[in-house]
């Protein structure tokens, strides 16, 4: 029985499987990360400053035993979108009509450093820092780094991320190719600082200035400040390229986020000193290779952050992953378990990432529409008279653990619901009947 597990990176998704490894299944795990410890250092490496933790995420992490202890104090609730117009005026659109669905604002340096420190707790976890995977030879059971080679027939998991050298090798393995997905929008962060030592917008909610062809957000941070990303084209009209100058920069904010002019720290030094990040997609064909390499997270299923969901989706492959091994008692066929974990998680994990594009345009575009609107009050009328029946998809992503695939082909069936029913008077109705259409047409959801 080999119960000692290589893992090659330390991000998110690396330390909580380790933790879940050593106190679930007893296994010892070296883990293996190309930066430096990022909790001696005031410099954080990872991409954006904070995340939207939400229930899958949550059950993750309770599964471990660490989010009652370490998350709930560090969590800022956000129980919608509050909607700023390009006039000035704000509005607010809920996540739900239920007042214990919310999503959750966190740092990622926060979540890094307290999964670091449970992981090591376990006393069955060594990291190892500062140790760029390079190369990792299947055949000759070797794990290659910029300055050493070291020998191993454990196991190997790849969190490495959407670089990840453990996916490539298993797709060069079986001499297929990555699926990077192109997309044409990158991002950039800025700050909102704290004013007199208090929030400068409502710090229960996540902000959006949707402008159709590109979009602002704020999430808020523990000190009060909000991080802002503005996602646009990164070349041609309106776009990173597009703003080179003070001047081009002050004449795009006053047209399109003019209320931020006078909110964002250093506007023009931080927006000419802050990098253009890109915004990445994959879909890895190929998941394991025989019973040497599993891949998760990003670097099995990087996604886009338009649904919150690339460290919620890492954190359930976690658990999952578990489970399996759980549920085939022990370690004698690796190959068995990988195999399982991704039949049963590739066809989700896919799914996230066509949700997540799909949110985006609904994020800078459709929470401008009125039918958007019709149709998001309608799905919660639905949800308040047929809750077991009629689950809007926000919800089931964000606030249940329904698999994504399963909430995304029963959203497809929702959706002609919806338009149905979009000028339906719910004041003078019969209950049966509409309870009996709705069915009906949930009964022609598929799986498959």
């Known amino acids: ?82 909607i700023h117009y ?65 020998h191993s027939n454990s196991p190997i998991i790849g969190a490495d991320g959407y670089k990840s050298v453990v996916a490539m090798e298993i797709s060069n393995n079986y001499k297929i190719n990555m699926d990077y997905v192109d997309i044409e929008h990158s991002y950039k962060e800025l700050t909102i600082k704290a004013k007199n030592n208090k929030f400068q917008l409502d710090p229960n909610s996540l902000h959006i200035w949707p402008r159709r062809d590109m979009m602002m957000i704020a ?36 047209e399109n986020f003019k209320d931020l002019i006078s909110k964002v720290d250093n506007l023009s030094d931080s927006y000419f000193n802050n990098p253009v990040g890109k915004l990445i997609g ?52 690796w190959q068995t378990i990988f195999s399982k974990y991704e039949y049963n998680r590739k066809k989700d994990a896919d799914t996230v990432l066509k949700l997540s594009m799909d949110n985006y345009k609904i994020m800078r575009n459709d929470v401008l529409d009125e039918n958007f609107l019709m149709k998001q009050k309608t799905s919660f009328l639905l949800n308040k008279k047929f809750p077991n029946q009629f689950i809007p998809l926000y919800t089931m992503i964000s606030f249940t653990n329904i698999p994504y695939y399963q909430a995304f082909q029963r959203h497809k069936i929702q959706e002609n619901i919806l338009n149905e029913l979009l000028n ?25």
Request: aromatic share 12%; charged share 25%; proline share 2%.
């Open 219 to 254: 999430l808020p941070n523990k000190d009060k400040s909000f991080t802002c990303t503005l996602f646009m084209k990164s070349i041609g009209e309106n776009s990173f390229e597009s703003l080179q100058t003070d001047k081009e920069l002050i004449i795009f904010f006053e």
């Open 86 to 150: 390009q006039n000035g005026t704000t509005s607010f659109q809920p996540y739900s009509n239920r007042k214990e669905h919310f999503i959750n604002s966190i740092s990622r340096k926060d979540i890094n450093e307290i999964l670091l420190d449970a992981s090591e707790k376990t006393n069955k976890v060594k990291i190892m820092f500062n140790k760029k995977c390079t190369k990792v030879d299947f055949k000759k059971n070797n794990i290659h780094f910029e300055n050493s080679i070291i």
């Open 282 to 333: 994959l879909q890895t064909p190929k998941w394991y290779y025989k019973n040497k390499a599993l891949i998760i997270g990003d670097a099995a299923h990087a996604t886009v952050p338009f649904y919150g969901q690339g460290m919620n989706a890492a954190f359930e492959d976690c658990y999952i992953f578990s489970n399996i091994i759980k549920k085939n008692e022990g370690f004698d066929n």
């Open 424 to 448: 339906y008077d719910f004041n003078n109705y019969d209950e049966l009947k509409l309870e009996e259409f709705i069915n009906k047409n949930l009964d022609k959801i598929t799986y498959n």
């Open 1 to 82: 029985m080999n119960n000692t597990i290589n893992i090659i990176g330390s991000g998110l998704s690396g330390p909580l499987l380790a933790t879940m490894l050593a106190k679930k299944h007893n296994c010892y795990i070296n883990m293996y990360e190309r930066s430096s410890d990022c909790r001696e250092s005031e410099m954080y490496s990872g991409r954006s400053i904070n995340l939207a933790l939400s229930e899958r995420g949550i059950n993750a992490l309770k599964y471990v035993g660490v989010f009652d202890e370490y998350f709930k104090s560090l969590l800022i609730p956000m129980y919608g979108r509050t």
